[in-house]
């Protein structure tokens, strides 16, 4: 089964992002949560108290405004909800200050360019 190279090049971004937290000295948790609400891409914690939620986006071009400037309201808003039920499911994480980032990456000949993104919104 091939898969569809938009597919595998958003993995390797995203394989590329969870490597790049971890050298940040975050704790990868979970890839890929998903719930009928939505997905959520990478979880990590940072220090003892900060959960991370983290958006990857990925964007071959930037002159859209590049990866973060789509993650829109109504993306928000999803991962906002998601993030709500991962937190019913594993309360042992509710117990942490939870921040929302996103991670820009775009192709940069031999890897990706990642600009992290730290409390890029609330979930107000």
């Known amino acids: 089964m091939t898969r569809d190279p938009r597919h595998l090049a958003g993995q390797r971004a995203e394989d590329a992002a969870a490597t790049f937290l971890q050298a940040q000295g975050l704790v990868l948790l979970q890839r890929n949560y998903r719930c009928r609400m939505g997905e959520l891409d990478l979880i990590a914690q940072q220090a003892p108290d900060v959960l991370v939620i983290a958006e990857v986006r990925l964007r071959s071009r930037q002159d ?3 990866g973060a400037a789509s993650v829109d309201a109504r993306k928000r808003l999803r991962i906002v909800r998601t993030s709500r039920h ?14 929302f980032d996103v991670l820009d990456l775009h192709p940069d000949g031999e890897g990706h360019h990642i600009d992290w993104l730290r409390g890029a919104f609330d979930a107000t």
Request: hydrophobic content about 40%; proline content about 6%.
């Open 86 to 99: 991962l937190l019913m499911k594993q309360p042992q994480l509710a117990r942490l200050r939870v921040r």
């Open 64 to 66: 859209y405004g590049g």
